[in-house]
């Protein structure tokens, strides 16, 4: 069991830059995938950034390579999400979630995730 909590979302303006903070409890916190998922009002939750054990291994969204950067520090139990040149379809509620382990697809499939943070809101204007 690991319990995770997001920070960092806001309201900001198209091109604008956040980072998303995820704190996670537990002394295990290293042998989990972690990944980011986003849902907007309406749509189902979508796979964003995931990142293996030790952050040797990265996965992103097509419509986010490029602009998102994820990244883990085992020793503080965090994973952070940096995001740049945010664009109005980013806007949605950010959620932290923890898998046991993945592969290949399964590690962009929410249903591989069994832990989620509570989420954090991310809206960028036009």
């Known amino acids: 069991q690991v319990r995770m909590v997001e920070s960092g979302g806001g309201l900001v303006q198209t091109g604008d830059s956040l980072r998303l903070s995820c704190a996670a409890s537990?002394?295990?916190?290293?042998?989990?995938?972690m990944g980011w998922f986003r849902q907007a009002p309406g749509k189902e939750r979508e796979f964003v950034a995931a990142t293996n054990r030790n952050g040797g291994i990265i996965y992103y969204a097509t419509s986010v390579k490029g602009r998102f950067t994820i990244s883990r520090d085992n020793a503080a139990n965090t994973v952070a999400l940096q995001m740049n040149s945010l664009r109005p379809e980013d806007t949605a509620v950010y959620y932290c979630?923890?898998?046991?382990?993945?592969?290949?697809?399964?590690?962009?499939?929410?249903?591989?995730?069994?832990?989620w943070g509570q989420g954090t809101q991310v809206t960028v204007s036009s």
């Open positions: 537990g002394r295990t916190f290293s042998t989990y995938y």
């Open positions: 979630a923890a898998a046991d382990s993945c592969s290949g697809g399964g590690c962009y499939d929410r249903r591989t995730y069994d832990y």
